[in-house]
């Protein structure tokens, strides 16, 4: 955010800041998700009885008779490598096109940037097929692999590299640094509040991504939190028969992971957003 | 020699993936779609248009098109309108606004599975949050999800809640990039607040408008989640959307032939309208963020 954000600010047309009042605005707006965590806590008695019984029973039986431990290591696994390796990925390329000028470059920075037009639901029947005869649907490349390619990372990282001057590269290869000595020692440090910002999208998106999974993955074992949640919440679809506190209990645990880095990343997470759309 | 590679080397690797994941995968998905086939069977014997044909002669498609466009024309201007108001009053840096700003950003990371079965708890009829707080003002009881209508609308209004957040962020980035002498030169002629928004913000922030714009269309044309988790398309194909039938039809029924030829009309319309928006928005756009 640049210097003189304060000043235009207090030039837009502002309702008096209301203290209390607006807080509490924020709380209602986010009261449903507040109150499902607190309901998450509640014994089921209770809840239907319209009394108070504090309990941690319905965490014990989302992690245990109903899989969720096994179900959030399967997303922290899924999307962590989709993140290191979908950022190595991304880096690398971004490298090769803010850097060298090279015969089909342009064309295939066009192919990497048009991905962004491209609905990924037309994907979704042939990368099925492909996972199937490769073998790997019910497995973590399977989860994985489709993943990594994300053009709007590659594309994001190109255009800080490039305001990365180049005499720091020249230094380097002149003390006889090849290439990815560059990348690695010069661009990567320089570069790390994009590639950060960069990561946690590619994370939380991976974190939150439930059609993909919906597909590729059958056997209850290699669920991953979404697929779980969802099929958690239609074990008994019937509107009286749903157990709430208990299905409040795992939707807490799918959201609390991106909720409590939410708090401390808030920042980087806006200022990723903002510097994207700012082309 | 090396030297001459190097670059490839360094793309190689995103290129293979998005050769392997995106682009083949359109050429096989126009492949799929002129033939008959449901994952099992040895052969896939050709068959023209049929499946395209099959598609524009159901109703089912479209419902689904009309669903999926009623939700579009309602749900994009609700965002954007409300996402613009909110953020002209989030600009000043003050601990209230940001506190109201992480408020608002926080659904749009959070995930849309959970945040579909808290809001499928918060319409419930028995025992949800809506009707608990109609009955505490003595009112009766609303069938949320089981009224056609009020169900579409329900959809409209948690993907509104989820995605406000992200608008808002963006809009609170091209607000900034306005020039501070236009509210100067405006506030010194006296300009009234609502005047000042209409002929000052309005216009300046277009930019922004027109990248929510495309951004919130193709979005709203894929929604998938929330209707999977909330509704299933119900009651009686309401809520029926494109992607929810292309999953369907693809990986309940089955029918890769008919799922293909849905996926590569979606892929139509988006691109339609996606390079639609980029003529209007080369045309129309005088003001460079």
Do not use: C
Request: avoid cysteine; aromatic fraction near 12%.
């Amino acid at each position: 955010m640049k210097p003189d954000t304060i000043d235009t600010a207090t030039a837009v047309p502002v309702i008096p800041d209301l203290g209390a009042l607006a807080l509490a605005a924020g709380l209602l707006f986010l009261s449903p998700v507040l109150y499902s965590i607190w309901m998450s806590f509640q014994t089921t008695d209770a809840y239907y009885g319209g009394t108070v019984d504090f309990t941690f029973r319905n965490y014990q039986v989302a992690f245990g008779q109903y899989n969720f431990a096994r179900y959030l290591l399967n997303s922290v696994i899924v999307s962590g490598a989709v993140t290191l390796i979908g950022l190595a990925v991304a880096t690398m390329a971004a490298f090769a096109f803010a850097r060298y000028d090279f015969p089909g470059g342009n064309l295939m920075f066009a192919a990497v940037v048009a991905t962004l037009m491209i609905p990924s639901h037309i994907t979704l029947i042939p990368n099925y097929l492909t996972l199937a005869r490769a073998g790997l649907l019910d497995t973590y490349s399977g989860l994985i692999l489709p993943a990594i390619s994300n053009g709007f990372a590659a594309f994001f990282l190109r255009q800080y590299i490039r305001g990365i001057p180049r005499a720091l590269d020249e230094a380097a290869y002149m003390d006889g640094a090849n290439a990815l000595q560059v990348l690695w020692r010069v661009i990567v440090p320089i570069s790390k509040p994009a590639i950060l910002s960069m990561g946690l999208y590619i994370f939380i998106g991976e974190w939150n991504n439930y059609i993909w999974p919906l597909v590729a993955i059958g056997r209850e074992d290699m669920y991953t939190l979404q697929v779980g949640l969802a099929r958690l919440y239609r074990i008994n679809p019937g509107e009286d028969v749903i157990d709430w506190p208990l299905v409040m209990a795992a939707s807490t645990i799918t959201i609390l992971p991106v909720l409590l880095g939410f708090f401390l990343v808030e920042r980087h997470l806006v200022r990723g957003i903002m510097m994207g759309a700012v082309k | 020699m090396l030297r001459r590679l190097t670059p490839y080397l360094f793309a190689l690797p995103l290129l293979g993936f998005i050769a392997v994941f995106t682009y083949v995968p359109i050429v096989t998905s126009v492949n799929l779609s002129f033939r008959e086939w449901d994952f099992l069977s040895p052969t896939k014997p050709w068959v023209g248009l049929d499946n395209y044909r099959l598609l524009l002669d159901s109703r089912e498609f479209w419902n689904a098109l009309r669903v999926s466009a009623v939700f579009t024309v309602i749900s994009v201007p609700i965002r954007l309108g409300l996402a613009l108001l909110i953020a002209t009053r989030l600009m000043r840096e003050t601990g209230v606004s940001r506190v109201i700003r992480g408020a608002l950003f926080l659904p749009s990371v959070t995930s849309t599975v959970a945040i579909g079965v808290v809001f499928s708890w918060v319409f419930s009829t028995d025992w949800g949050m809506m009707n608990g707080l109609l009955q505490l003002l003595g009112l009766g009881k609303v069938p949320w999800m089981q009224d056609p209508q009020l169900a579409l609308g329900v959809l409209i209004f948690v993907n509104t809640w989820k995605q406000l957040g992200y608008d808002i962020i963006i809009y609170l980035a091209g607000l900034q990039a306005i020039p501070t002498e236009l509210y100067d030169a405006a506030s010194v002629d006296g300009g009234r607040r609502f005047h000042v928004f209409r002929r000052i913000t309005v216009p300046l922030v277009m930019p922004t408008t027109y990248f929510l714009l495309v951004v919130s269309v193709i979005d709203a044309f894929q929604v998938f989640t929330i209707v999977d988790v909330m509704t299933h398309g119900g009651p009686a194909g309401a809520t029926d959307m494109l992607v929810n039938m292309l999953y369907r039809v693809g990986f309940t029924l089955f029918d890769i032939g008919l799922g293909s030829a849905l996926a590569v009309l979606l892929f139509i319309i988006l691109i339609a309208l996606a390079l639609l928006k980029s003529r209007v928005i080369g045309r129309r756009v005088h003001y460079e963020a």
